[in-house]
């Protein structure tokens, strides 16, 4: 059973435009947001984050938005540029607790941004 | 020094041979974990260590035997593993006192054969 869902495998946008990366969480549970960005060949990287007290958190061009009744939240990278292509994991994580954080990852949506 | 090394990069064993992958931070970070991914398809938790002591395993095979030796290594021995065990492994630390993402390591890419 998927707690992180990325119903899309793959987004292709102009360079320059809007791209939206979409996720949702069943777990009411979890507490933390985080967005990893993959290139081939390299292990993610971490992006940007948002807690569950908050509905927006905004890093230059990369924003995510938290909606909880919805239990969705979404990526959104303004203006796009093609080293933005690369594949973007969703995760969450439950309310910490110390010790350590235990990520629950989304499939993934391979991003392809095209001049 | 903010880099997770991960080695090898690359390793192909076949069924019976036994081999060890090895993690290394030097972030002071007390938290360390052992993810799974295979292709299109999101990373699965296999072991976390926080303090050097086991936290939590996802009822991995006994063929795979994590290691913390110490508060900056991470180890992962591999024992007469299958060729579903074939995947890229991910090796990532976090701060044990705040609720911070990880830093990944770029990972090991593992043949069983």
């Known amino acids: 059973d998927q707690q992180v869902k990325q119903n899309s495998p793959s987004l292709s946008v102009q360079e320059g435009r809007i791209s939206i990366l979409n996720c949702d969480y069943t777990?009411?549970?979890?507490?933390?947001f985080l967005w990893y960005k993959k290139y081939p060949a390299e292990g993610p990287t971490f992006l940007i984050s948002?807690?569950?007290?908050?509905d927006k958190n905004e890093d230059g061009r990369f924003t995510v938005f938290l909606n909880k009744s919805a239990k969705h939240l979404s990526l959104h990278i303004v203006p796009s540029q093609p080293g933005d292509s690369a594949v973007y994991f969703c995760?969450?994580?439950?309310?910490?607790?110390?010790?350590?954080?235990?990520?629950?990852f989304g499939a993934g949506t391979r991003l392809a941004v095209h001049p | 020094d903010t880099e997770v090394t991960q080695t090898p990069k690359h390793l192909v064993m076949g069924m019976t041979n036994k081999k060890s992958l090895k993690c290394e931070q030097h972030?002071?970070?007390?938290?360390m974990y052992w993810y799974k991914q295979k292709a299109k398809k999101p990373p699965e938790l296999m072991f976390v260590?926080?303090?050097?002591?086991?936290?939590i395993n996802e009822s991995v095979p006994s063929r795979f035997s994590p290691e913390c030796p110490n508060s900056s290594l991470l180890n992962l021995h591999l024992h007469a593993l299958q060729p579903e065990d074939s995947a890229l492994y991910l090796c990532?630390?976090?701060?044990?006192?705040?609720?911070?993402?990880?830093?990944f390591g770029s990972g090991t890419r593992l043949t069983v054969v």
């Open positions: 990532a630390s976090s701060q044990a006192d705040t609720n911070y993402g990880y830093t």
């Open positions: 777990n009411s549970m979890f507490d933390y």
């Open positions: 948002i807690s569950s007290i908050k």
């Open positions: 995760a969450a994580s439950p309310l910490f607790s110390g010790g350590y954080n235990k990520l629950i």
């Open positions: 972030m002071g970070h007390r938290a």
């Open positions: 260590y926080s303090y050097e002591k086991l936290s």
